[in-house]
């Protein structure tokens, strides 16, 4: 019996440890699949670049039309693969093909772009990895002509097999290791606790009586006390509750009575559109509570007591043209003019996406809020000994004496009539020192407007994340 008892309680604890274990095995696991297929695409779309430089290499013109002249010896070459099907596809802006399979796709997103296009697609019932350059090609009509290449994923899926398996099969391992380890430190040095938690065990949940220290072993004695400390701690809890909650169902009673009699009242209103004003006044306050709440949360998130996430290097650029874009609809509804203005080059700093999107949310929403209508608000980002972030608008700017004061959280402007709770700058500004940037308040062009510029500390390596 007592072996059993002891087993038990093993096996119980056991679980419990290896759970979360289990859990942050499969966890990484799976962030360690998304890795290994990240480095197998950045191996194999390296050559799949080089298959479409090959065939760019291949184009000639005689100045009136253009072709690629591609033997079916070189097309073997580029073909060749046990493992791969290859295909390859040289077509002018508006799909016209020239040259290579008919069965790809149509070119249709981003046409313009110099930067090599990756995508995944479905070639005949089976997935490939696409690539797509733009080859400027002299004296042709239309300059310009974009190559496609594609091949099956089978050698990227082996690899990032492998990948995967070289970083899991050591963690499961070590999950197997480290039980036996455990369990055998359970069995051993739990065992003066089996009477105690078969006494714990046979309690009710609603008894929290002081346990009993009678045949407790010596080694268990500070223990029971911090118990018995913790349920005399956690019946005054129970108590203070139990207070708490009749006096806030009394205190919650005039309230709830104030906005029943606002509703009886809204309801025998005599016009329609009296009743529909005061039903707007309770929506749009309760949208400001929303809003408040939503950049407390931000700000909490944001601030000194919590790290920011993942550090990754980044392109500005990304980050900020599709946080741009989420704002254009709300920029035509108030008649502005939202632009974006971005880099050739990668602007790449370190940094969490997801806090940068962030400020850059709170620096265009601020721009739109304060932009009267027919105004124009400019969001840049500019590549230099440092990389900077820039909104600038013409609305009616910040007086010099109020500058120090906006990064206040609540702080307001005085005299300002635009719907807002003074945190957009606050929480800018936390995650600004989160990324060592600094931020920086003046006029706009000529005096007119507010420009804010985050300037952020340049990654070593322009090699970034889009």
Not at 10 to 35: E, N, V
Not at 336 to 364: K, R, W
Request: glycine letters at 6%; a neutral charge.
């Amino acid at each position: 019996m007592k072996r059993q008892i002891s087993n038990s309680i093993r096996l119980q604890l056991l679980c419990w440890l290896l759970l979360p274990l289990c859990t942050l095995w499969l966890i990484t696991a799976t962030i360690a699949y998304f890795f290994a297929v990240s480095f197998s695409n950045d191996a194999y779309d390296r050559e799949l670049l080089n298959s479409a430089d090959s065939v760019a290499a291949r184009l000639r013109t005689n100045g009136t039309k253009i072709w690629v002249d591609l033997p079916p010896a070189a097309q073997a070459v580029l073909r060749y693969n046990n493992r791969e099907k290859f295909y390859y596809q040289v077509s002018t802006k508006n799909g016209t093909r020239i040259s290579g399979d008919a069965f790809l796709p149509r070119p249709r997103h981003q046409l313009e772009s110099v930067e090599p296009i990756f995508r995944y697609a479905k070639l005949n019932s089976q997935d490939v990895r696409m690539a797509r350059i733009r080859v400027d090609v002299p004296n042709y009509p239309d300059q310009t002509v974009l190559v496609q290449v594609a091949e099956t994923l089978n050698n990227r899926t082996q690899l990032a097999g492998q990948i995967l398996f070289s970083i899991v099969f050591p963690q499961i391992m070590l999950i197997i290791f480290g039980a036996m380890a455990v369990s055998y430190g359970i069995s051993r040095g739990l065992l003066p606790l089996k009477k105690l938690e078969l006494a714990i065990a046979a309690r009710s949940p609603s008894d929290l009586a002081p346990v009993s220290e009678v045949e407790v072993p010596s080694e268990a004695l500070s223990l029971v006390h911090a118990i018995n400390d913790l349920l005399l701690h956690l019946r005054k809890d129970i108590e203070s509750q139990q207070r708490f909650v009749a006096n806030a169902a009394h205190q919650l009673r005039t309230p709830l009575a104030g906005l029943k009699t606002y509703i009886y009242a809204a309801k025998r209103l005599p016009s329609e559109e009296r009743m529909q004003a005061v039903l707007d006044q309770i929506d749009a306050g309760t949208d400001r509570m929303s809003r408040l709440a939503l950049q407390l949360l931000s700000l909490a998130k944001a601030g000194p007591s919590n790290n920011i996430g993942r550090h990754d290097r980044l392109d500005l650029n990304f980050i900020v043209g599709e946080t741009t874009a989420e704002f254009a609809a709300l920029a035509v509804t108030k008649n502005l003019d939202l632009i974006f203005n971005g880099t050739d080059e990668p602007a790449v700093i370190v940094g969490d996406s997801s806090h940068l999107a962030e400020l850059t949310t709170n620096l265009v929403e601020n721009a739109i809020n304060y932009t009267p209508s027919g105004g124009s608000i400019v969001v840049s980002v500019k590549n230099g000994a440092q990389v900077t972030l820039s909104v600038q608008d013409n609305g009616p700017g910040i007086p010099d004496e109020e500058r120090e004061h906006v990064f206040e959280r609540f702080y307001r402007v005085l005299g300002t009539e635009e719907p807002g709770s003074g945190l957009g700058l606050s929480i800018v500004k936390e995650i600004a020192v989160a990324h060592k940037a600094e931020v920086f308040v003046s006029n706009g062009p000529g005096g007119v407007g507010t420009t804010v510029e985050v300037v952020f500390p340049p990654a070593k390596d322009k090699k970034a994340k889009s």
